[in-house]
Structures are given as C-alpha cells and as structure tokens.
C-alpha cells in the first residue's frame, strides 16, 4: 500500500499533492521558505490543514474540507519525526529514551527496553546506553534519535535536515547510517545537501513558493534539472522558456542555441541547461563557429575550487584566476558570457 497526501493552506500559500510508494525514500529539496517544513508538520499532524487528504496504508491522518472533518492525533498517525537537533528527554538515560516509543505503545518494560537496545546496536551506540542526553556529542545524539525514531516502529519516517547541526566528521558517519537502514524503509528526508540526495533518496521532490516545481528519480532530477533551485544544487545555469526547433526561446526574449532532448518539442515549455565551465568570458562580442553570445554585467565574483565563479545577469562562469586578472574582472563590468551550442542541453520543462 502507498502513501497519498494532498493538503493546502492558505496562510502560508501552501498547496502540494504528492505520493510515497512502500519502502520509497524521497528528497525533499528547495530553497528556505519553500514549504518543507510545513509538509512535514503537515504530515505528522504538528499543523492542520485548511484541505486536504492524507492515507497511510489505509489509515486516514486527516480528511478536512468540503465537509469533512477526519483528524488523527500525532501519536497514532504511525509517523516519526526527526528533527535537526536530537530532542532527546534530558531527565531519561539513552536506553529509556529510546524505549519511549515502545512503551508508549503500550510495549511491556521488558520488551521496550528490549527493542530500545536492539536500535541502539542498529545504529552503533550500545556503549551509550546508561548516558544522559548532556553527556552526549552532537554527533552521538544524532545517532540516539535515530534509534529513537526506528523503534517506534513507523509507517513512514521524516527526517527535517537530520545532519544540518552537524560538524564535517560526524556528518559522514550518520549519512552511512542513514543509507543502512532507510533501504526498504519509506522516508521523506528535507535536505540542501547534493551528497544526501544522491545516496539516500530514491527520488526528489522540489518545492518552491508552496508548490512542486520539481519531481523525478534523483539522478534525473540533479543531472536534468527543470528548476532554478535544482539547477543552482547542481551548480548548473539554467533558462526558461519555449522550445523552438534550435534550441530555446526565453520569456525575457533570450534565444539560446542547444541541443534538443528526444522529448524536447518545438512550442512546448521547456529549460537550456549548461555547466559553468563551458562558459567563456570576453570584453567585447566574439564572432565565428555557432555559439551563444549573452552580454551581462558581471555582479559578484568567488573563489570555486581551483577556479573562480563569476556571476552575471543570472548566469554562471568557472574561470581561471590567471583569466580574471588578465581580463580585468570586477563587479559591474560589462562583459560577453559565450558557450558553444553544443555544450547546451533543452528539456521539456
């Protein structure tokens, strides 16, 4: 059986239908504001819709609007909700805290504390056991709500940026973790993280302004990008627009020349998509061999790499520093950004 949500709310322009298939993990991507969050809050019962429809498995969490009022407390939605930070109970040791699902449940102590130590060796923390919450690194606490979250035994997990308060060390380890035992387990993970997209979902979901923008398998989706935010992730530049038969006409009236993917058809909304590092920057407009020529003022300038990253007019360039000193460039210079059209791929939007 499958997960089906649908819900909106006004207040905070959020609209969003979407869908989890049994031991389906899914990446929920989009910039601050976008209404992650809300679709997690929305989906363990932490907010109400003003409509909408939401069944796990059967199991109805809410039917509001048009004349319906269905609404399953949190507790008994077969949800778990892990957040940035761990929360963990502070008066409690690691063990009762992990135990606390369980017990809940109405588990005897036994078996609660049990299943809490069985979690706790899932995710490497036995030796953790008899600690309190404050005796914890962050890294460790992490691991904690992780076994936490798994022994509640959930229908459907959510993990909100599960490793953003995390130091560069202890996010690795905990994004192995997380690849160990999401696999066959149905998830919705919020994250900005590339890295976390690619080995831990089966698909990407983006949001933008309440509404998905975006939704396709996660390699197609960071390869193939169809909206800004996932382009801007990939670190690739993006222009909207028709498809017409060489390549793709812009909205602000932009032509830009590429390559037609197989589904791409003439007059039909679509995308141009490019790497920063098949751009090339000149002074003045070059001539020769069929290329795109889009002239810009050049914005901000930033180290990327063994190379520098120049933005202008909503497009993006990797130089080298050797070319930024030798062609002078600053903000607010006038310059041409060039790519050949062979290095430019058109979708279907």
């Known amino acids: ?11 905070r322009a959020f ?12 990446a929920i991507l989009g ?4 209404g992650k969050s809300t679709l997690l809050s929305l989906i363990a019962g932490l907010l109400r819709p003003d409509a909408g429809r939401a069944v796990l498995d059967g199991k109805v969490l809410f039917d509001v609007g048009s004349g319906s009022s269905d609404w399953r407390p949190p507790h008994r939605r077969g949800t778990a909700l892990l957040a940035q930070e761990a929360l963990l109970f502070p008066h409690l040791s690691v063990v009762d805290n992990v135990a606390f699902g369980p017990r809940s449940a109405g588990n005897s102590r036994k078996s609660s504390r049990d299943a809490a130590l069985h979690w706790l060796g899932e995710v490497g923390a036995v030796e953790l056991a008899e600690r309190r919450p ?18 509640a035994d959930p229908e459907l997990l959510l993990l909100d940026e599960p490793m953003a308060a995390l130091d560069v060390h202890a996010a690795p380890m905990l994004r192995s973790l997380f690849k160990r035992v999401l696999a066959g387990r149905r998830a919705l993970i919020i994250t900005h993280g590339v890295v976390d997209a690619l080995t831990l979902a ?39 627009g028709v498809v017409v038969s060489d390549g793709l006409r812009g909205a ?4 830009v020349a590429g390559h037609l993917d197989p589904e791409a058809v003439p007059g039909q909304a679509g995308v141009a998509v490019f790497p920063p ?11 020769g061999s069929p290329r795109n020529v889009f002239p810009a003022v050049i914005h901000h300038l930033e180290p990327h790499g063994d190379q520098i990253r120049v933005r202008a007019g909503g497009f993006m360039a990797d130089v080298t520093p050797a070319a930024v000193a030798d062609l002078a460039l ?16 058109v979708y279907p939007a």
């Open 1 to 11: 059986m499958s997960f089906e949500f649908s819900a909106r709310l006004e207040e």
């Open 15 to 26: 609209d969003v239908s979407l869908e989890l298939a049994p031991g389906e993990t899914v």
């Open 31 to 34: 910039p601050n504001g976008a």
């Open 134 to 151: 404050a005796e914890l690194s962050g890294g460790q606490a992490q691991r904690v709500a992780v076994a936490r979250a798994l022994a």
């Open 202 to 240: 089966d698909r990407v979901v983006v949001l933008e302004e309440g509404r998905i923008a975006e939704v396709g398998p996660t390699r197609q989706v960071l390869e193939q990008p169809r909206s800004h935010f996932a382009a801007g992730l990939a670190g690739l530049n993006l222009h909207t």
């Open 252 to 255: 602000d009236g932009l032509h």
């Open 277 to 287: 590092s098949a751009v090339s920057i000149f002074l003045e407009a070059p001539h």
């Open 330 to 345: 600053e903000p607010g210079l006038r310059a041409f950004f060039v790519v050949k059209s062979a290095s430019v791929a």
